[in-house]
Nanobody
């Protein structure tokens, strides 16, 4: 089994930065990709950025140029990060980590609030 633990959300002013973290631990599959999704209440989760098992990133248009996704593979753990910059109030939403090998697993979510 794999467990996901997210951290790093919070309150930030417009133009500021935040770093989200997600740690996957347990029986990590070498083929696993990971990603960050955002969800507005009542709507579907939407991709923000993802990164493959061989560290190839993919960004949504809204994240391109502002966010950087990365991952650090270790034995029985994978840590994934999302460095967010130039945040705007439109980035205020719940962010979810996803681990996907054979079936997707979701983290508990972390709230990002961008306000002055």
């Amino acid at each position: 089994q794999v467990q996901l633990v997210e951290s790093g959300g919070g309150l930030v002013q417009p133009g500021g930065s935040l770093r989200l973290s997600c740690k996957a631990s347990g029986r990590i599959a070498s083929i696993a990709s990971m990603g960050w999704y955002r969800q507005v209440q009542g709507e579907k989760r939407v991709l923000v950025a993802c990164i493959s098992s061989n560290n190839i990133p993919l960004y949504a248009d809204s994240a391109e140029g502002r966010f950087t996704i990365s991952r650090d593979n270790a034995e029985n753990t994978v840590s994934m990060f999302l460095q967010m910059a130039a945040l705007t109030p439109e980035d205020t939403v719940e962010y979810y980590c996803r681990y996907r090998a054979y079936t997707p697993l979701w983290g508990q979510g972390t709230q990002v609030t961008v306000t002055s």
